[in-house]
């Protein structure tokens, strides 16, 4: 990897980390409703595969994916401030504010939703990868996942599925190691995702959801596989999440400690530019960009207006109206 | 609420004049066949899945020939995954496919109730409308043949509190072409219900493309004394029970739904206005059945022009039994909506 | 109808008198925590089970402490896995077993709707008597904090037209343990509905074991001019139309169901025959929801009591919006049901 | 296995393929209600199963398994014609005609019972699993599925949590090559059944489901398994149906003749008895005798009464009772 791609994937991270503390920040104050999952801690993976993903495939990101979804705007000419926006249940969100958080979707940009139903868009994928395949386009069609979507029988069947018409899809599995306060090897018959994907018979690989260097070129041959015709992929990230069980922390002192301090993707991938002679000022500026970039977009989603009540009962159906109050 | 394909001219299916002379009898099934094939040459974007409907032609042979004449692109054998199958369906529907799913019998939508309730249904709304899903899901319903609680079911009750759903159940083979060739045009997902008892009955059924409109009820027999709403099944049974009010001198209306969500309140209530007695007849128990929702709706809505209280027909607040004796006893037939018209008659 | 346990004192339980000086105002949460430890304490062949519900008590806390004083065994987590925490509670059950799992958003019931509509509710019936199902499934539904629609739902009428399932519904913490506690002695299988609006609500709530019955409504208000009939969150809401009717000098009823399959027809008709006015409220969408069989249920069988038409408060047909001003555009308040009271009362 | 035994493996294959003949030709004259899928020509399969499992355990029968839940009530002292009646509706039937070919259970027998939502007891199984676990009972639950169910999510969500809970389950996987239309290798990421439940990490094994000896042995191994506490087992069973796909025959001639004319496991037994020196008297005995036994049980289902239409409503909740017509 070049210094300037490792550079780009920096500033990718920062984003990641800068909106979600930002939203975090805002979260706390009151001024996002309903519920907050955050991906930080996560950064490598998802600018790793927010990177490789292009405007015309399709990914459905799971609920840490504000990052992605951003991310995703940024590098398809989209507006980054639209998915903040969408947060705050604002008329300027990517979904008018319908969809919120668990619902974000831009299409435009290759976004085809959050599903907070965990685990339901691994069917859903399969169909998009169809449809792909059957009009001989090269798209990959991605499903990010949490460790805890291991246990839905969906899962099984999409990846079955998946296998049997070597469809052209990326499963790209979280795992951090707990689903809310469940320990992945404790929910699963193995701790390794990968050990429970063998018997579909398609390629899988588990790799450092940490190290942005072996996510992006893991990341980038996967899909190179998927968009050659080549069928499914199964990639299993070993990563950490910065945010606990909701508020409270249930994972060991150590553990959080070893996460946080030594295996900090963005540190690492600091440390890794300094390695290669970039310097502080450099990495300092693109940390104060991406942060004032946040801030221009959460002033964007405060100021935004509320949705228009006839939004409410909008798109209900194609063909019919609904009945407003 | 409007219709979704106001095309097609209103209740001028049943048997459009001008196509009588090319009419034959054909069987429900193969009506239902005939819409299909039909539908995927106009459609190069439908493909039709489910389990053994490729080269078997699905279990009741409504896709019998689609496989040699379209293709296994086209015409897709699944292994027992109902949610996969639906998820399939609402993936390709999200990027312009019109996928036409089978599942086998509509007791096993209860596997893919989420996939149905929770995405298909809601797709084009938490989306704000950047996702259509013009995917139609048909199933084989209803009782009446010994099949047991797993194959007997009518299932229209477990969605009829789910917005974003279209829920179609034609009565007769004219219909069911029309309204079938309806729901594949709609860019909303429909649940085309299928009543088992229904597949051999026969009619002449035009041969060339019509679609029936969606949302819009039939007068299956006009009369001034009596309304029976009804949907599928229960609409020849209604029709049985007509002819022996008429006898005893009682004009009985029939309407028939053929759409049960969005349904079409303005016909029911006309009628329901006229008559001012109203019997309303469903093949599902009665707690929280189709038939609360149209008892109370007339109820409130021609609450002045009732002569007396909507009669409800349904089926027992029970599973289906396997025992043929049992299940008689269970289901609701012409004697029960017979009975229910001579009481209404009387207000 | 005859009431599962009729031990119970009739409506008794919200305050017993005795109890009085015990009283500790509590909420509903730390009620249904109560519950579950005293039927733990009484049913060894009780256990919980569900995600997140041992160390960390659950989403909401309803669990707390119970893996503390009870173990792992017993206090069961389990992976993301809706469909195998059902089956392994209708599997316990068939074996004598009282398991009560937790299902962590009511949404979710979706992904376990075949082993609670083909299974569990039919175990009963089909094998003739020879299986219970004296499982529980609590559950966390309803809107009106932001949630979206995949965690904001009203779940009850996806289960209203399925013999076999008991439906119920607490609007208040005392309702809530005695429920809770009449639905682990019950051989039925129960959807256990906790509205996440009233998880706060508090009250006097006995700290003793005590039952409320199951499919016995109570009345929250006595009136004589007009009649609500709601349950869960629509009960507080329409004390509070009623307070505001009380003001305009009409004097409401509110019927709280507490139960809502099997419900209490007899109660809820009694009082429609007594007021000749009726609101029915229901936050779920209109068609086909609970609000429909009651409003029919009532048109049917108060026909020549009723002075007016029933009036349906309900949320609107469309799945639940993320952002909160449309949540509130959506979903039913105090001041709907106020506005239909007094359209009622002018009948 | 001594002579003795394999000679009572041998009639009760015996029962079953009477039973089923029987069944069969009822059916064709109608005289038995809703659908049928017989067992025909998975004898051995069936009668290894049946053998080791006691009145105490509890198996979920397959749609195809009345001479499962037949050699169930002759094992363990109950009536093999309450069985054949329920399939004709009547009022002895074990579910007195309520549950039908697709929903006979017995629990005095272990009999639990199908459910026609092929899949859907791969989670029922579970819970009986865990109460015998919890109470310290030494009983097996078993599941016997056939190779179409792999397809449902369920299957995973089963063998996951039997795996992570160490779960009393044997899952037995009739691997007749076909789902109605589908063939095993078409419809899965594998034709082999085994390979796709290696990541769940508990034992597995495949074997010849025709081959009486074959799968006595191997299922009472695993059935010890089980019962001495060391967690569930599956086994897949490579067998094959005589029924074709209802009434029509979409399997290759050569196929058809192969299973039904060298691998029928009851001649495989009767030759392997004739190499052990019984001589073919005493077989046919066996044969006349069962035969004769179902002829008494067709007979008594025939003269039995049609259930009480009280029964109708009779059990839908414990503690209600429904309107009637
Ligand atoms: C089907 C379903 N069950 C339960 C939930 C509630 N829930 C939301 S997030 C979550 C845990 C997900 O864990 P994981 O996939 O590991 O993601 P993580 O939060 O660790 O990134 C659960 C149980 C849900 N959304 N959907
Ligand atoms: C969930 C579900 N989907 C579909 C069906 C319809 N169906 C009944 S049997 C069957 C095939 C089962 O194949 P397999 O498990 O291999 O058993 P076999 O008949 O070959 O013994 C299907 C699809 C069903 N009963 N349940
Ligand atoms: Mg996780
Ligand atoms: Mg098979």
Request: with cysteine; aromatic share 8%.
């Amino acid at each position: 990897m070049d210094t300037s791609t490792l550079t780009g994937l920096y500033r990718d991270m920062w984003l990641i980390r800068a909106f979600e503390q930002g939203l975090e920040r805002e979260f706390e104050k009151g001024n996002v409703p309903g519920m907050l999952h955050t991906g930080l801690g996560q950064e490598a993976t998802q600018a790793a595969l927010a990177w490789h993903l292009k405007a015309t495939d399709a990914f459905f990101p799971d609920h840490r994916c504000h990052g992605i979804n951003a991310l995703a705007q940024h590098r398809h000419g989209g507006d980054g401030e639209r998915v903040m926006a969408e947060l705050f249940g604002k008329a300027t969100g990517v979904c008018s504010g319908k969809g919120g958080s668990l619902h974000s979707a831009d299409p435009a940009v290759g976004n085809f939703g959050d599903n907070a139903v965990e685990g339901s868009y691994m069917a859903t994928v399969l169909g998009v990868a169809l449809a792909a395949k059957m009009r001989g386009q090269p798209n990959v069609a991605c499903a990010i996942i949490g460790d805890g979507t291991v246990g839905r029988g969906e899962f099984h069947e999409s990846l079955n599925m998946a296998a049997i018409w070597d469809l052209p899809v990326l499963y790209a599995c979280v795992n951090n190691g707990y689903a809310i306060s469940m320990p992945v090897g404790e929910g699963h018959a193995s701790a390794d995702i990968v050990d429970m994907v063998q018997g579909y018979g398609f390629e899988s690989r588990q790799l450092d959801g940490n190290d942005i260097v072996e996510a992006w070129t893991v990341v980038g041959e996967a899909v190179e596989h998927i968009r050659s015709g080549a069928g499914p992929y199964f990639l299993e990230f070993k990563t950490w999440r910065w945010q606990g069980i909701f508020a409270g922390e249930f994972r060991p002192e150590a553990e959080v400690k070893y996460w946080k301090e030594e295996r900090d993707p963005i540190m690492l991938a600091g440390e890794a530019l300094a390695g290669r002679g970039v310097d502080q000022a450099e990495l300092d500026a693109i940390e104060r960009e991406t942060t004032d970039l946040i801030e221009e977009w959460i002033a964007f989603a405060m100021e935004s207006p509320a949705p228009d009540p006839v939004k409410a009962t909008a798109d209900v159906y194609v063909g019919w109206e609904v009945d407003s109050r | 609420m409007t219709a979704a394909d106001t095309a097609a001219p209103k209740r001028a299916a049943r048997t459009p004049r001008k196509a009588r002379d090319r009419v034959r009898k054909v069987a429900f099934t193969r009506a239902l066949n005939d819409a299909l094939d039909l539908a995927m040459s106009k459609h190069d974007e439908m493909f039709v899945i489910g389990e053994d409907i490729a080269e078997m032609g699905g279990d009741f042979g409504v896709t019998k020939g689609l496989l040699a004449k379209y293709g296994p692109e086209r015409v897709r054998d699944t292994p027992l995954s109902e949610a996969a199958i639906i998820g399939t369906c609402a993936g390709a529907a999200m990027v312009g496919m019109r996928p036409v799913a089978e599942i086998m019998f509509a007791d096993f939508i209860a596997e893919c109730y989420d996939q149905v309730v929770n995405n298909v249904a809601k797709m084009h709304y938490m989306f704000d409308g950047q996702f259509k899903a013009p995917l139609v899901i048909r199933t084989a319903c209803g009782g009446g043949f010994g099949g047991g609680p797993h194959h007997s079911q009518s299932v229209e009750g477990w969605f009829l509190n789910v917005p974003g759903i279209v829920i179609v159940a034609p009565s007769n083979p004219v219909d069911a072409k029309g309204l079938l060739l309806a729901s594949i045009d709609s860019d909303d997902p429909v649940l085309f219900l299928e009543h088992k008892a229904l597949y051999r009955s026969r009619a002449e059924v035009p041969p060339e493309y019509y679609t029936t409109p969606l949302g819009q009820a039939a007068i299956a027999r006009e009369g001034s004394d009596v309304t029976v709403v009804a949907a599928m099944r229960m609409v020849p049974m209604a029709l049985e029970a007509a002819e022996e009010a008429a006898d005893a001198g009682v004009a009985v209306e029939v309407v028939d739904l053929r759409t049960i969500r969005p349904y079409d309140a303005e016909t029911v209530l006309a009628s329901a206005a006229k008559t001012g007695r109203v019997v309303v007849a469903n093949e599902a128990p009665k707690i929280g059945g189709l038939g609360a929702e149209l008892s109370a709706r007339i109820s409130e809505e021609c609450f002045s022009d009732l002569k007396g209280p909507v009669v409800r027909v349904d089926g027992l607040d029970t599973p289906i039994p396997f025992s043929v004796p049992l299940e008689d006893v269970v289901l609701p037939d012409a004697q029960d909506i017979a009975a229910a018209v001579s009481t209404a008659a009387q207000y």
